[in-house]
């Protein structure tokens, strides 16, 4: 078993068991007050608009900007139902005041999304780029066998890691089965049979970056040199944005936090309970009153700082960057293909990506091609610990101040960020997500979607050289079909069939086509049941109204 000073390394991940018992509070962050995800809200409408930080020295353009505030109200998504929240003009003007840090946060080409630690890109790649990669694409869909609306043209279940029987190179450099980490049922997270295989990749030192696989990319053959050009090329526009991902997920740089605090109420004034013991009508009465009055009784909210924001959300304590580092990344590369006959795609359910045994610490997923469909979003939430400073058990102040009800899961609901064409959304894996619906536009036409994800592996545990995640580099291809076609393109064509017949089935450690698509629907569903059981025991633990 992976021990805790292992797990406690790098990066933030989610990669524990909330239901060991060490977690009396809850998991992962202080909940965010309703007020204060409404602020976040605001904000980050104010961000989508275009140009926006042309706009922050515009008198006209901030009263624009406060009216708007203060006349809408913001629906917020709880794990209990929907809150309606209306801004106060001091609210609205510290989200206002905060565009100046949000500002000097920015590059280029990446800003802030719609929560902290979610980084979205400001301007489309190359068209001319954009259409390389999607011819490059194009002949993976012949060599895809799957007829599902949504398929992985590249998957990373197809042709794993499999402990006990893939061979990778050991400290001698001599090719052994690997084996198999150990797993007690206390370990979910980490799969004792299957692991994804990463690529290893070297980012240049020099800006604009660029990246050179160092290794196979497992899925893509390498002989579709074209195709890895285009990956690498696709890669290194996400460097910024993994950089800021990262950034923000180091330990020593803790998530921003506006309101602080715990809530009070104004007065007391508690239902008089029936005189007579008896009294069932009476009793009946009261349950009702008290159930309506812990609801409804006054009640005063944490709030901003008096003197508004206070500035400082654009100072870090840690930079993270990738300049000059091997980093190894898994590619993904999924299509989803509508018709009038089946016309939407029902999106995803809620996931992190991959498990222990890979130890993702951050994504990036590029919308490559787009026709006919309307655009996919991607939507956030994260685990949260009980609130600090209320009575036990005092519904009716956590579920009016934070939307946390008894018995409802502990996580709160961070916003969407739409996914345009040529565009790419970083986000880290401590925060679950789920790809939204999608549509045809035009329903008399079939219409298409392709996405291509950039899971990263954590740098710092990368780095460490002790072969804790296993990449391409330490395992040869297991693809039979890719060592024959490599052995008829290099030897002479004389050569019969016969031998090259014999010469693979004397090379150990390869898989054939059907088994290979066996072993990955088995992956697919380990993975599967691994989310369900991971958002029952990380991300979706039932608030149980102690004070954290």
């Not at 997270?189 to 295989?197: C, G, K, N, V």
């Not at 899925?219 to 990262?246: F, N, Q």
């Not at 005063?300 to 993270?320: S, T």
């Amino acid at each position: 078993m992976i021990p805790d000073s292992k797990l406690s390394r790098g990066y933030l991940h989610p990669f524990w068991n909330g239901g060991s018992g060490r977690f009396l509070y809850g998991v992962g962050e202080l909940p965010r007050t309703l007020i204060e995800l409404a602020m976040c809200q605001l904000s980050a409408t104010i961000r989508r608009s275009e140009a926006w930080w042309e706009k922050l020295t515009y008198w006209p353009c901030r009263v624009k900007w406060e009216q708007y505030g203060l006349s809408n109200s913001y629906t917020i998504r709880t794990s209990s139902g929907n809150t309606a929240v209306e801004l106060t003009r001091g609210q609205v003007r510290y989200v206002l005041d905060e565009l100046d840090s949000y500002e000097a946060l920015r590059d280029s080409n990446c800003q802030v999304s719609c929560f902290e630690r979610i980084w979205e890109t400001t301007s489309a790649v190359n068209s001319e780029f954009l259409l390389s990669l999607q011819q490059n694409i194009l002949p993976l869909r012949s060599e895809c066998e799957e007829t599902s609306t949504a398929m992985l043209l590249v998957s990373p279940c197809s042709h794993p890691l499999i402990y006990g029987r893939t061979l990778s190179f050991d400290a001698n450099h001599e090719l052994v089965p690997t084996p198999s980490p150990m797993f007690s049922e206390q370990t979910y997270t980490l799969s004792p049979t299957y692991a994804w295989i990463p690529t290893p990749f070297l980012v240049s030192q020099d800006i604009p970056h660029t990246t050179t696989a160092l290794s196979y990319i497992n899925g893509i053959y390498p002989g579709k040199t074209d195709l890895y050009r285009c990956i690498e090329k696709l890669l290194a526009h996400s460097i910024p944005l993994l950089e800021h991902v990262l950034t923000d997920l180091h330990r020593s740089n803790l998530l921003w936090h506006r309101i602080p605090g715990t809530c009070k109420y104004t007065t007391w004034d508690e239902p008089l309970t029936p005189q007579h013991s008896d009294d069932e009508e009476g009793w009946l009465n009261y349950q009702r009153e008290i159930k309506q009055w812990t609801l409804e009784r006054p009640l005063e909210y944490p709030d901003i700082p008096k003197d508004g924001y206070p500035g400082g959300l654009e100072r870090k304590k840690f930079k993270a960057t990738l300049s000059g580092r091997t980093i190894e990344v898994v590619v993904k590369v999924a299509e989803v293909i509508l018709t009038p006959n089946e016309p939407k795609f029902f999106g995803t359910p809620w996931h992190v990506e991959g498990m222990r045994n890979e130890r993702i610490v951050a994504s990036v997923v590029h919308c490559v091609a787009l026709s006919n469909i309307s655009p996919t979003s991607l939507s956030f939430r994260m685990p949260v610990q009980a609130p600090a400073g209320y009575a036990h058990d005092d519904e009716g102040a956590t579920i009016r101040t934070w939307g946390l009800k008894l018995g409802s899961p502990s996580h709160q609901y961070l916003g969407s960020a739409s996914l345009r064409l040529g565009h790419a959304i970083g986000f880290p894996n401590v925060y679950q997500y789920q790809f939204t619906d999608v549509h045809l536009e035009d329903p008399t036409r079939p219409g298409s979607l392709t996405l291509v994800t950039f899971a990263l592996v954590d740098p710092e545990i990368a780095e460490e050289g002790d072969n804790e995640v296993l990449s391409t580099a330490n395992i040869p291809p297991q693809q039979a079909g890719w060592v024959r076609q490599a052995l008829e393109e290099s030897l002479d064509v004389r050569i019969p069939t016969e031998v090259i017949d014999r010469i693979m089935a004397h090379t150990e450690g390869l898989i054939l086509d059907e088994e290979a698509r066996e072993i990955a629907e088995q992956v697919k569903l380990e993975r599967i049941r691994f989310w369900k059981q991971h958002n029952e025991m990380w991300f979706s633990l039932p608030f149980n109204g102690l004070d954290g």
